[in-house]
């Protein structure tokens, strides 16, 4: 069990799509991470959202000329980004053995997206197994982009995950860092509790 499905018991796509749109109502900026991806790889580029929840950023760059599919284990969440964009492609699958191939979907996406906390809410042990996964995804020179906290202030788990095993898990899956940001607006990273890492296949 992943550490996200201990937090929510696997029910919580309305109450966090809700969230979000509320935010949005209040003229908050919900789409950072859409707007860095698009600084990445340019429209039309193939993105695949891992752990891509209700479908917001996904939804977002698809909004703006990107190709893309989404996948999540959550059902719930799954629910809520299909029908809010039918029209795109949604996976149910764990990332940990998640494979585009068998799932019918064309490999070598130019960027893979992972925001939302996705690696500190993975299944315990399972961290190394999905970086490989993703990098697997990649075509050669693709991207990998994941945002997600380092201490108990920007999680709502106990941390478990530091940069530095990080970068070695992505580094085992063939993966070089190349940016690595404080923010999804890429604000220069000064080693505080939030971090946002580009690695290049």
């Given amino acids: 069990m992943s550490r996200w499905e201990k937090l929510t018991g696997g029910v919580s796509g309305e109450q966090y799509a809700a969230r979000f749109a509320q935010l949005a109502e209040q003229g908050e900026d919900v789409h950072g ?4 991806c698009a600084t990445l790889v340019s429209p039309g580029a193939r993105v695949l959202d891992a752990g891509c929840g209700t479908g917001r950023v996904l939804i977002r760059l698809a909004q703006l000329g990107y190709e893309g599919v989404g996948v999540d284990r959550d059902a719930s969440m799954l629910a809520v980004a299909r029908r809010n964009a039918p029209e ?17 979907v064309t490999t070598g996406f130019d960027l893979v997206v992972a925001a939302g906390n996705i690696f500190p809410l993975l299944a315990p042990g399972t961290e190394a197994a ?8 990649l075509r050669p020179g693709g991207l990998l982009v994941a945002g997600f906290g380092l201490d108990r202030e920007h999680l709502p788990v106990p941390p478990s995950l530091t940069l530095g095993e990080y970068d070695a898990y992505c580094g085992a899956a063939g993966l ?5 940001f404080a923010t999804w607006d890429a604000d220069p990273y000064d080693g505080g509790g939030y ?7």
């Fill in 33 to 36: 991470e859409a707007r860095l």
């Fill in 88 to 104: 795109l492609t949604w996976l149910q699958a764990d990332l940990s053995d998640f494979d585009p191939a068998t799932a019918g």
């Fill in 130 to 137: 999905v970086a490989a996964r993703l990098a697997h995804a």
């Fill in 176 to 180: 070089t860092l190349t940016d690595r």
């Fill in 195 to 201: 971090a946002v890492s580009v690695h290049r296949r």
